[in-house]
């Protein structure tokens, strides 16, 4: 159908899945990253802030130095402010939806191990 695009993504871990100008929407689904049991370090980005939507499953944010969790309500909005340390934490069921600026990665963010 002209004017319309549909995306989807079934794989393991994370997807940039669209984006547009200056702004990309990702899915990201359980995969190593995002396993509770075997994740390694908390990330933040510098020129961004960035929104989570927990469509399935359960979730979990980790955020800043304290690591002060807080679980995801499908449906609802997380905005993790520019600069705060965050990791997101997943069951293998679920499904999360992602905003960002498009030009997010490594070159403007940075990682803190806990390993």
């Known amino acids: 159908m002209e004017g319309l695009e549909i995306f989807a993504f079934e794989g393991e871990s994370y997807n940039r899945t ?38 399935l499953g ?17 449906g609802k909005l997380y905005n993790v402010k520019c600069g705060t340390w965050h990791a997101l934490l997943m069951s293998e069921d679920a499904k999360v939806l992602i905003v960002e600026n498009h030009n997010t990665g490594k070159e403007n963010s940075e990682y803190f191990p806990l390993r």
Not at 22 to 47: C, I, K, M, Q
Not at 58 to 74: C, D, F, K, N, P
């Open 18 to 55: 669209m984006h547009y100008g200056e702004w990309r929407v990702a899915l990201a689904n359980f995969g190593p990253p995002f396993d509770p049991s075997r994740y390694t370090y908390l990330e933040r980005h510098l020129l961004t802030d960035e929104v989570f939507v927990l469509l």
């Open 58 to 74: 359960t979730a979990t944010l980790e955020i800043g130095e304290a690591r002060e969790r807080v679980s995801m309500e499908q």
